[in-house]
């Protein structure tokens, strides 16, 4: 379909024609609206419009034009046919608005708070196996030359969690462990890659075991250390695992998980035992071996993702939760 640039989201709306359909706004303080575009006729959006709802929004709506201009311009073969592509920014109330091509597929945490999806070994391992396969065509792709430390994936983590959490008790223990961390990971090294960034099921559209298109690109480096998506994976899935479980109950399929404490599931993936720690700490282990690194280093590199969500996390109280996850998994804490 070709239209004529707009200069106004409504502007873009009129032009389409069709109908529109807003999606449900995430709970961050900077959060965005997704509204889906439908052309006359349409059973499926042909494009996406991202409208933030603050300034600090609109930075990231502009970054992520910016992100995806750059990852567009790679040849990543078949991959790239399932990422976004800037059709427009136009704006809304004086805040720039992105414009993208709609992805095709189901969101993966839809099917994911389906009844007992999470309870069943073999739906799970689907999930698994569906972002491996999509994540290693990504990176062999998009790998680059040369070579990157794992521990770039900590860079300036130390600073933004002695800013944010600096005056609580453990602070300076805090930073003592993330320097033990980055030291340990520092003489690790993979090709740089395309990195997602936000490597989460939420962003994963699938359908018939295949993810068909990855959304949120806002995050996004063209050259990085390819550990950040392996692990954003694992801790996001693991996080979940006991939403649906009253707390002191256990959790349906997960015998060594019992619902209550905050991050529960990802404790279990990383230290309990079962067919789902096994199935998480494969995921993680095989991507390494594949990238040249130790399979060692696949606890490490989970840490890692948690102190970086500690140091990112736009909502305060996620951003705690996940520090205190961090600490408990490295024995500073109960």
């Given amino acids: ?23 449900a706004m995430s709970r961050d303080p900077n959060a965005k609206v997704s509204i889906l575009l439908f052309p006359p006729g349409a ?3 042909a494009y996406a419009a991202k409208v933030p709802t603050t300034d600090s929004a609109a930075r990231s709506v502009e970054r992520e034009a910016e992100q995806l201009a750059e990852v567009g311009a790679l040849d990543l073969g078949p991959v790239s046919a399932t990422i976004p592509k800037v059709v427009a920014t136009v ?11 709609a992805m095709p597929g189901r969101s993966m945490l839809a099917a994911y ?6 309870a069943r070994r073999a739906t799970v391992t689907a999930d698994f196996a569906a972002a491996a396969g999509w994540l290693a065509g990504l990176q062999d792709a998009g ?10 994936v900590l860079d300036g983590v130390a600073d933004a969690i002695s800013r944010r959490f600096g005056r609580e008790p453990g602070a ?8 033990d961390l980055r030291e340990r990971l520092t003489g690790y090294r993979t090709p740089p890659t395309v990195v997602h960034g936000d490597f989460w099921l939420g962003n994963l559209m699938v359908q018939d075991g295949r993810v068909l298109g990855v959304i949120d690109w806002e995050s996004a480096r063209t050259a990085g250390p390819p550990i950040r998506d392996l692990a954003r994976f694992v801790t996001s899935y693991s996080l979940y695992l006991d939403r649906h479980t009253r707390p002191g109950h256990r959790v349906s399929g997960h015998p060594g998980l ?5 991050g529960a599931g990802v404790e279990y993936a990383i230290d309990g035992a079962g067919w789902y720690p096994e199935l998480a700490r494969a995921f993680v282990m095989t991507g390494l071996e594949r990238l040249g690194v130790p399979r060692s280093c696949w606890r490490d590199v989970l ?3 948690l102190a970086t969500i500690a140091a990112t996390a736009d909502h305060d109280d996620f951003a705690r939760n996940h520090l205190r996850l961090y600490r408990r998994l490295t024995g500073r804490d109960s």
């Fill in 172 to 179: 300076d223990a805090d930073l003592a462990g993330l320097a």
């Fill in 43 to 45: 059973a499926r959006p």
């Fill in 143 to 152: 790998a680059g030359s040369g070579s990157v430390s794992l521990a770039q």
């Fill in 91 to 101: 704006e809304h109330l004086g805040r720039p608005v992105l414009v993208m091509t």
């Fill in 258 to 262: 019992r619902a209550g404490r905050w």
């Fill in 1 to 23: 379909m070709t239209i004529a640039p707009p200069r106004t989201l409504t502007d873009f709306i009129d032009q389409v024609g069709g109908r529109a359909a807003c999606l």
């Fill in 303 to 305: 840490l890692a993702d």
């Fill in 113 to 118: 708070h389906s009844w007992r999806h999470t």
